[in-house]
């Protein structure tokens, strides 16, 4: 449904690969993006990543987070900012 809506504002089709899932939730939002075949973002929350610094994103706690599985997110942030 989503890929329809932003079809019918582009005013064209949207491929899976031109969009980019952005999440907190890992076994929510970032598993469901890459359930569905999209690239993802982790939005690190501190229920996920404790900690004030970039430190707990570290490629050790992430591997604990996403393990080896396929729905790893592509990258990891601290906080999105607009």
Wanted: hydrophobic share 45%.
């Amino acid at each position: 449904m989503a890929l329809e809506t932003a079809a019918g504002i582009a005013g064209d089709t949207v491929e899976t690969s031109q969009v980019l899932g952005i999440g907190d939730g890992v076994k929510t939002d970032i598993a469901g993006a890459r359930g569905f075949g999209l690239d993802a973002i982790f939005v690190a929350s501190r229920l996920h990543a404790p900690g004030e610094g970039d430190e707990s994103l570290d490629a050790t706690h992430l591997a604990a987070l996403f393990g080896d599985e396929k729905r790893r997110p592509i990258a990891a942030m601290r906080a999105l900012d607009w």
